[in-house]
T-cell receptor
Framework: AQSVTQLDSQVPVFEEAPVELRCNYS??????LFWYVQYPNQGLQLLLK??????LVKGINGFEAEFNKSQTSFHLRKPSVHISDTAEYFC????????????FGKGTHLIIQP | EAGVTQFPSHSVIEKGQTVTLRCDPI?????LYWYRRVMGKEIKFLLH????????ESGMPNNRFLAERTGGTYSTLKVQPAELEDSGVYFC???????????FGPGTRLTVL
């Protein structure tokens, strides 16, 4: 069975500082990985995804993530955050079929401090 | 192009009552998924439709939950009778056949008193 772990429930960061949100996955089969963001009072929006190929994936709003198979990680990074990045971020995995339901981590609240 | 829509946005009911949630996927998306987030927990997969057929319903918590997708367009999720532990946010998502990206609706917040 697949599992996704987000160890940090909250990450406070000062505005314009870099940030990394951690995600680790556990799967015995090939896996697709995703990061979603939920802004206050909105639905989930896809930030980026890794299916195959280049391990560095670039997404919207200046975010990127790196797939690391040896460490079973898919950490999300942004070099300089803004107040508007305040949201909850979810890492999710999907078994290699591409149409299965997603397995989510518990989410990480990114709190931007001015 | 309209995104995934869900109705209602909020629902407050009493234990024992029935509630029906509706999801309208993006037009042309044959895959439709239901998820639930109970407070303080992760978002959990409930089930997956391909057109009108249930492809995977392994996440459905019990037989008080009934999902339908007649005609392969919109879907409904009925909870009957509702229990306190059913409270949470119910998300719907859709994707194209062969597509890997699931697009989520804004969710329905269900509160069972």
């Amino acid at each position: 069975a697949q599992s996704v772990t987000q160890l940090d429930s909250q990450v406070p960061v000062f505005e314009e500082a870099p940030v990394e949100l951690r995600c680790n996955y556990s799967s015995s089969v090939s896996v697709y990985l995703f990061w979603y963001v939920q802004y206050p009072n909105q639905g989930l929006q896809l930030l980026l995804k890794y299916l195959s190929g280049s391990t560095l994936v670039k997404g919207i709003n200046g975010f990127e993530a790196e797939f690391n198979k040896s460490q079973t990680s898919f950490h999300l990074r942004k070099p300089s955050v803004h107040i508007s990045d305040t949201a909850e971020y979810f890492c999710a995995g999907q078994s290699g079929g591409g149409a299965d339901g997603l397995t989510f981590g518990k989410g990480t609240h990114l709190i931007i401090q001015p | 192009e309209a995104g995934v829509t869900q109705f209602p946005s909020h629902s407050v009911i009493e234990k024992g009552q029935t509630v029906t949630l509706r999801c309208d996927p993006i037009s042309g998306h044959d895959n439709l998924y239901w998820y639930r987030r109970v407070m303080g927990k992760e978002i959990k997969f409930l089930l997956h439709f391909v057109k009108e057929s249930k492809q995977d319903e392994s996440g459905m918590p019990n037989n008080r939950f009934l999902a339908e997708r007649t005609g392969g367009t919109y879907s409904t999720l009925k909870v009957q009778p509702a229990e306190l532990e059913d409270s949470g946010v119910y998300f719907c998502a859709s994707s194209q056949v062969g597509g890997s990206s699931q697009f989520f609706g804004p969710g329905t917040r269900l509160t069972v008193l």
